[in-house]
């Protein structure tokens, strides 16, 4: 148990739909990861927030949008839902900002987009 | 552009037949390295990070060692539980600074 908490494990929903995700990072960990997995793609970096505040952005959609709570709790929206954006998203957390230390992850929600 | 490479995608082997996986990089100025195993609908699981030239680390059957180029994960003596799919990674100091680049992975199967 990596101690990061996903949920929901599994959604499923039309196109044009919207979500949402959340995650609960490891006790003690400032920062969150937010990644999509896909078979084709293998682990793409989406965006991370550390202490509630946005630090680094991958290839995030605009359609796609973030944020850190004050309990640093995280969510990820994804919003206009696309067949393509079935796939499994995962959420990592680790203390510090920096992509030096390991990141720990949740096992992650399969979205399908029917 | 920053690019980690595994080989092989797949690899089959007999319970207790030793083998390697290999991940090469190219990135300006490693700062570490990190392997993780990940099983059928799960997450990646944290097994090491590597940060400079000729460090090994081990865990049970892994042992991960990293030269200026590429890394290894030995496994000796697997057995059917290490079956997983290993992934690696290096940190992203480029244009998305804070994120880990990974690699596609490679797919051992050990079989009893």
């Known amino acids: 148990d990596s101690g990061v908490t996903q949920t929901p494990k599994h959604l499923i929903t039309a196109t044009g739909q919207r979500v949402t995700l959340r995650c609960s990072p490891r006790s003690g960990d400032l920062s969150v990861y937010w990644y999509q997995q896909s078979l084709d793609q293998g682990l793409q970096f989406l965006i991370q927030y550390y202490n509630g505040e946005e630090r680094a952005k991958g290839n995030i959609l605009e359609r796609f949008s973030a944020q850190q709570f004050p309990d640093l709790h995280s969510e990820l929206n994804l919003s206009s839902l696309e067949l393509g954006d079935s796939a499994l998203y995962f959420c990592a957390s680790s203390k510090g900002q920096g992509p030096n230390q390991p990141q720990h992850f949740g096992d992650g929600t399969r979205l399908s987009i029917l | 552009e920053d690019q980690v490479t595994q080989s092989p995608e797949a690899l089959r082997l007999q319970e207790g037949e030793s083998s390697s996986l290999n991940c090469s990089y190219t990135v300006s100025g490693l700062r570490g390295l990190f392997w993780y195993r990940q099983d059928p609908g799960k997450g990646p699981e944290f097994l090491f990070t590597?940060?400079?030239a000729g460090e090994e680390k081990e865990k049970e059957r892994l042992k991960a060692t990293l030269t200026k180029k590429e890394s290894f994960l030995h496994i000796t003596a697997p057995k059917p539980e290490d079956s997983a799919t290993y992934l690696c990674?290096?940190?992203?100091?480029?244009?998305?600074?804070?994120?880990?680049?990974f690699g596609k992975g490679t797919k051992l199967s050990v079989k009893p």
């Open positions: 590597l940060y400079s």
């Open positions: 990674a290096v940190p992203d100091y480029g244009g998305s600074q804070g994120n880990l680049i």
